[in-house]
């Protein structure tokens, strides 16, 4: 049965070994992960935290003020041992003035005392200095679970309690389905882990929550593969492929749910097409599957408009394309071709996953995007980890 509440329309896997590093993730993320993490009197978010995590030494970095800025530092800072390439991430500032950044899938060094390859690392900026966070184990900052499923960051927030910063990190859970020299993977579904940082400390991991069960299927949603904020509703967009022959690319849907309720499904409502629903099942789609978004992509929304970035077919598409719609539940329709971005098999060079980052470096009637760069050829990648860094660039609004 419908929910009167909620009748009214909005107003206004595949191949991965990740590249780069340094996507700055919107604001409106941080607001939904501040609710996951602090939801009052929640035990499993006021454990004690592990304090065995530790920082590397200083790695000089210089200041950030522009878009070539950032890629210099991408393009020609090699880092230490612990981090020489990554896949994509997302940061946060913290009170103390220092910036956190988690990182995807990281490559290290033969020097490295302890796992070359790990799901996600994370790093802490302050001006002129990067250092990486460690655990005791020098593993993942966010370790794999028993069974061998890592956990991909997303999005990260945080909320300040007296002289601790409470971090929340939405992951993704991934299993490896090659053998131990393959990139080969499948989502499994979102999980939470939560940090807990003291003014000047070291980020300490608290809990790790995985959310539903393990699920692999493409077709059905991924929700949270993008989320957006407005007012005290959150959007949480669904992407799913139908695993039909030819079509490469993800439909896109949307559910909504009030702030203070995201922890409690029960309460997610779908839009059909004309109002919502609480059934998963009704959820229409805003974007098809052929000509679609990439698994993972970025919605927000900038003077009025909403706007989904995405590589139009997912690996084997071509376009930065940009949809257009006037409220967050659609109509989304193509708007602009921002950028070529195709893949090149002569080369092995991989191109995918832009993201939209508002916040970064914002200027009216554009937005920094970023795409993924890797190399389908791993030993390539080990002997020069340069070419498992992002691209930065910034793109027009149509």
């Known amino acids: 049965m419908d929910d009167p509440e909620q009748q009214r329309p909005a107003s206004t896997s595949g ?40 920082e590397t030494s200083c790695v000089k970095i210089p200041e950030l003020r522009t878009i070539d800025d950032l890629q210099t530092i991408v393009d020609t800072i090699r880092g230490g041992p612990e981090l020489q390439g990554g896949d994509v991430g997302a940061d946060l500032e913290l009170q103390d003035g220092r910036r956190i950044w988690l990182v ?16 996600n690392s994370m790093l802490l ?3 002129g200095c990067a250092r990486t966070v460690l655990p005791e184990d020098n593993g993942a900052v966010i ?26 990190v939405g992951v993704q859970r991934v299993r490896s389905t090659g053998g131990p020299n393959t990139t080969e993977f499948e989502n499994l579904g979102p999980a939470i882990a939560v940090f807990h940082v003291e003014r000047g400390g070291t980020p300490q991991l608290v809990e790790v929550k995985d959310l539903g069960p393990d699920d692999p299927s493409r077709t059905r ?12 509703w959150v959007y949480l967009y669904g992407t799913a492929n139908p695993e039909t022959e030819g079509v490469f690319g993800y439909s896109l849907r949307v559910a909504r749910v009030r702030i203070d309720d995201i922890r409690d499904q029960r309460r997610w409502r779908y839009w059909d097409g004309s109002r919502w629903q609480r059934d998963p099942d009704s959820a229409q789609e805003l974007i098809a599957a052929q000509g679609g978004v990439s698994q993972t992509l970025s919605v927000f929304e900038q003077d009025g408009s909403w706007y989904a970035v995405s590589k139009q077919d997912e690996f084997l598409g071509r376009n930065l394309v940009i949809w257009k ?61 340069f070419l498992y860094r992002p691209e930065f660039l910034r793109v027009d609004l149509p």
């Open 15 to 54: 191949r991965r070994i990740g590249i780069a590093v340094l996507v700055v993730v919107c604001l409106a993320v941080a607001g939904l992960l501040l609710t996951l993490v602090v939801p009052g009197d929640d035990p499993e978010t006021t454990a004690d935290p592990d304090d065995g995590a530790y």
């Open 104 to 119: 995807g899938d990281t490559l290290r060094s033969e020097e490295f005392d302890g796992q070359r390859f790990v799901r």
């Open 125 to 127: 900026i302050s001006p």
């Open 143 to 168: 370790p794999d679970r028993a069974d061998g499923v890592g956990y991909w960051p997303m999005s990260v927030g945080r909320v300040q309690r007296g002289d601790v910063d409470v971090v929340g």
């Open 221 to 232: 949603p991924t929700w949270g593969a993008a989320v957006a904020v407005d007012d005290d």
């Open 325 to 385: 719609a006037p409220s967050p539940t659609g109509p989304f329709t193509v708007a602009s071709t921002a950028a070529t971005i195709p893949s090149d098999a002569a080369t092995g060079q991989l191109r995918y996953m832009p993201l939209a980052h508002p916040a970064l470096l914002p200027e009216h009637g554009s937005v920094v995007v970023s795409y993924s760069r890797n190399n389908t050829d791993v030993g390539k990648v080990a002997r020069n980890p």
